[in-house]
Structures are given as C-alpha cells and as structure tokens.
C-alpha cells in the first residue's frame, strides 16, 4: 500500500513516456535520490537503452503523423513498460501485491496512452506543425516533473496524475468527432496511394 501512489503515478507517466519514466527512476535510484527505486532500474544497460529509446521518442514525437505511427506502435510497450516498473516497485518477488501493483501499473499506462494517442491524433488534423512540437513538450515536461514529485510527495504526485488523466479522458471525449474524421481521412490517402501503385486512381485535372 505504501508504493500505491508511486505505482500509480508511474503507470500514467509510461503512458506518456514509459522511457522516461525508466530513465529517471533509475537516475533517481542511482544517485540516492529514492530507496524506492529497485535495483533493476538502476542497472547501466537498462539506463543507456532507455535513454537512447527516450531520445528516439523525443524526436518522432515532435513530427506530425509520425507521432502517431509511434503512438500505435508503443500501444502494447507502454503498457507493459507500466506494469513492469509497477511490479518492481512492488517488490518484484511473485506475490499478490506484486501482481496487483503490475494490474494497476499496466491498466493505468493503458488508458493514459489511449488518451495521448487520441489527443495526438486530434492535434494532427491541424495543418501546422507548431501544435506537435508544443504538446509533446509539455508531455515530456509534465511527465519529468511529476515523477521527480512523486518521488518526494507521492501521495500529491497520483492526484495530480489522476486528475490530469480524468481531464484527458474528457478531452479526448469531446475531441472524438474531429479524431474520427482524422483517421477517416487518413484511410481515403491510403486507398488513394494504394490505387496509384496499381495504375487504377486517376488524380483529379
């Protein structure tokens, strides 16, 4: 019960960036920041590939539509990431709590990327690049500020991740119309390209 909040917020934060949430706990851990940070996370391999993967994110996330072919991608990656860091929290010794606390990490980072890929997908329908390049920093902003609060106020730390993934679940909610004909479109460009390749689709003029 006592690594719940940690758990929690963790598992919304790897729905936004499950690398920099790895990154950072370990850092965290490795530092003497947080006794709760295992051992596993702070081990030099897993920091250089999570750190090489967050630079990776931190580009694609940035790119209209690629973001969102990244987005599909991590779909099954963040949640796993969130319940793998969540079962460590928890100890990682096979028990309930462990098994719970991966439940609960895995769930929560689920939803959470639900919510970024929705949101992502909405922004994409607006023709400027700008509202890429902004949102993604205030993802990778919010997710680096509130790990290293919950590192010292976890408590606070998952109600603000908790109010900020109700909110998004709202928004994303009231954004649905414009996501739906987003993808609608996206699927006519690629029945388009697809007839080009075959010599079948006439471009109009």
């Known amino acids: 019960m006592s690594v719940l909040p940690l758990v929690f917020t963790s598992g919304w934060a790897s729905g936004i960036n499950a690398y920099a949430v790895v990154l950072l706990l370990g850092i965290f851990g490795t530092t003497g920041l947080s006794d709760e940070v295992p051992d596993a996370l702070q081990r030099t391999d897993v920091l250089v590939v999570a750190g090489i993967l967050f630079l990776c994110e931190v580009v694609a996330d940035k790119v209209p539509y690629v973001d969102s072919v ?12 969130g319940a793998v860091v969540a079962a460590l929290l928890a100890g990682g010794d096979g028990s309930l709590p462990e098994l719970a606390a ?17 949101t992502r997908m909405a922004v994409n329908t607006s023709p400027e690049p700008f509202s890429n390049i902004v949102m ?3 993802e990778d902003l919010g997710v680096a500020g509130i790990v290293t609060f919950a590192i010292f106020h976890p408590v606070a730390a998952s109600l603000i991740a908790a109010s900020l993934l109700l909110i998004g679940i709202v928004i994303v909610a009231f954004l649905f119309s414009r996501i739906r004909r987003f993808l609608r479109r996206r ?15 006439l471009p109009p003029g």
């Not at 990244?70 to 990431?81: E, L």
């Open 70 to 81: 990244w987005d599909s991608v991590h779909t099954v990656i963040r949640p796993v990431a």
């Open 102 to 118: 991966a439940a609960i990490g895995g769930s929560t980072a689920l939803v959470s990327h639900l919510v970024k890929a929705g």
């Open 136 to 138: 993604s920093i205030v």
């Open 187 to 201: 699927k006519q460009r690629r029945e388009e390209r697809r007839l080009a390749r075959t010599g079948s689709y």
